[in-house]
């Protein structure tokens, strides 16, 4: 995302590049990007991380493109570890607010809200028939929902 798009942040970028060097991938602009150090510099780092990207064969996406595709990560990520859910919602949530209410991530929106109101109310009005005891259950089935979505989008995209 921080390439294709004007969100994101170099730390994140950098350690994008450590993690993807810790797993086997290997290119001269992502060893570079990964031994980079602070202070930071974004058009620096958005170069280097680009030209990695391209030495490994990744495509760049831009746009709503990347948000769904950042938005996909932070789904992944709720999936595996569900500890995190309330954390990744709100970043969902916000990311939602910052894209002008994008649709392919309004629902997040709508599910994160629900879920605060039940950490500290026993009622929410943003999730139709949500309750304590199966928000939880409700978010993981729409992340593996919204993930077949959005597989099924990338399959015809190519």
């Known amino acids: 995302m921080f390439c294709g798009s004007s969100r994101g942040n170099s730390e994140d970028c950098v350690q994008w590049a450590l993690n993807a060097l810790c797993d086997g991938e290997d290119s001269p602009s992502l060893r570079i990007l990964a031994g980079l150090t602070p ?39 709720m999936l595996a570890d569900p500890a995190c859910m309330q954390h990744k919602l709100a970043v969902l949530c916000q990311l939602c607010i910052d894209e002008d209410y994008l649709d392919d991530i309004y629902d997040f ?19 139709d028939g949500a309750d304590r005891n199966n928000i939880q259950e409700i978010v993981l089935a729409y992340c593996r929902e919204w993930l077949v979505e959005y597989n099924n989008k990338e399959i015809h995209r190519t």
Request: glycine share 4%; proline share 2%.
């Open 39 to 77: 202070p930071l510099y974004s058009f620096e780092v958005r170069d280097y991380a680009t030209k990695a990207l391209k030495e490994l064969g990744i495509k760049v996406l831009t746009g709503k493109n990347a948000i769904s595709a950042y938005a996909r990560d932070l789904i992944e990520d």
């Open 109 to 127: 929106y709508l599910l994160h809200w629900a879920f605060d109101d039940l950490q500290n109310s026993e009622v929410q009005y943003y999730w």
